[in-house]
């Protein structure tokens, strides 16, 4: 018995001493980690580890063989190398899997382990299309489009769409989550592109950079917007200011013929021409399909200057007379300068050195005659001739110079033109004249003295 029982110990010890042995097999064993499913064409790394220990010590050789991809570094399937008193870490690997189905297998003294990787291709962010596209200032450029994206472990995606100013900085437009995007109206040149997401992997690529270059506000202005001239003469040239758009300009010149704008010419400045009436002028331009309208240029024509001369009084002063001639302007722009000319018995005629409105003559004792020249904003005219003429004096008769007293008499006047102009003086010796008004006879009550003026031609 106690022989068995000691063999029963002993069995006891054995059964425990191999319940040991087997454990501590169970217990050691080589492992590599890293992701088991990748995306194709990534590098990522692998690091040993002996009973879960990545810092285990080790000295001596080791090796990777890749099937469905390769070393980092190298290019290479495979790799060898060696460490002396270090740990298992350092001999991790960066490795890129190249193939949906792959293996990696690490071998060292301490055993070899074998590990399975699935790949998988990159998201695919697509190309949006247009890629680039110009508009107008505050508009809306057209509908941005991609495809969707591939890649992945599944064929769900989400999407974002982002815009910057700069193509460095983006930030995500609120509410464009779909394939498309259409911008809003842009007053600045806008970049654009999609973050697209695969829900399983997590994978994401952004699509290319669509461009829009918006072009400046365009801008047209002319100038003079307003001039006077006078009826008959030519109007200042009308110069444009053209900025914005894309550069390159058409133009259409517009007159407004008092209830239409009428075209009248495709250049960049405008000469109106001889103008006789106010008339208004405008610029239509027209940049990549833009058109856009100037201010109104307004031409106010003005007309000629009228002058209209003649005698406001006269004195007559023996043999001749002084005389006082007036010349009424009007027309023009209301501010009007004179300038008198002078001819005696039909010669040339000379300058006076008189410029008012108005103008006394010295004695006139022989056919003198006058204009003037009307001066206002540039435009000139002369006035009607006023001559001056000494009179012929009439020859006066009456039908009878001896008469009873109350008797009448007809006195006439004759051998001239002109007004004539009649006095009488009682009898006697001294003559006292004074005027008859429109009478060619009366009754005479005395001796009676008659005379006759002539006044004008």
Known sequence: MKNLLLISVKNRWLLTICCVLLYNIGMSQLNLTGPTTVEKGVSNTYIPSYNGNQYYSYSGTYSYTISGGYITSTGSSTFSGSVSS?????????????SSSASIQFTCSLGSKTITITGYDAVDGKIVSPSSQNINY???????????????????YTYQW????????????????????????LSASMYYKRLATESISGGSKF??????????????????????????????????????????????????????????????????????????????????????????????????????????????????????????????????????????????????SNTASSYTTPLITVTTSYYVVVTSNGSSSNSNIVSLDIPVAPT????????????????SATGSSG????????????????????RSSRFLLCNCFFYVWKIGK
């Open 396 to 411: 006066v008769s009456a039908s009878s110079t001896l008469l009873c007293n109350g008797a009448i008499a007809t006195l």
């Open 207 to 352: 699509s290319s950079t669509a461009f829009v270059n918006v072009y400046p506000a365009l801008t047209v202005a002319v100038s003079p917007s307003s001039q006077t001239i006078s009826s008959g003469s030519s109007a200042s040239q009308i110069v444009s200011t053209v900025s914005g758009g894309s550069g390159v300009y058409s133009y259409q010149w517009q007159q407004y013929n008092g209830s239409s704008w009428v075209n009248v010419a495709t250049t960049a400045n405008y000469s109106p021409g001889i103008l006789t009436s106010t008339t208004s002028f405008r610029l239509n331009v027209t940049s990549n399909g833009n058109t856009v309208t100037s201010n109104t240029a307004v031409v106010t024509v003005q007309s000629a200057p009228v002058g209209s001369l003649s005698v406001t009084n006269t004195t007559l002063s023996g043999n001749g007379s002084y005389n006082t001639l007036n010349c009424a302007a009007s027309g023009g722009n209301g501010t009007f300068s004179y300038t008198w000319y002078y001819s005696v018995n039909g010669g040339a005629y000379q300058v006076l």
């Open 162 to 185: 982002y815009s910057s100013s700069d193509n460095i900085s983006f930030s995500t437009i609120s509410g464009a989550t779909g394939l498309n995007c259409q911008p809003s109206a």
């Open 86 to 98: 270090s740990v298992l870490f350092n001999c991790k690997q960066n490795i890129t899997i190249t």
């Open 138 to 156: 505050n508009t809306s450029p057209s509908q941005l489009t991609a495809p969707a994206a591939t890649g992945g472990l599944s064929s769900n």
């Open 419 to 438: 007004t004539i102009q009649w006095f009488n003086s009682g009898g006697g010796l001294t003559f006292n004249w004074s005027k008859l008004f429109n």
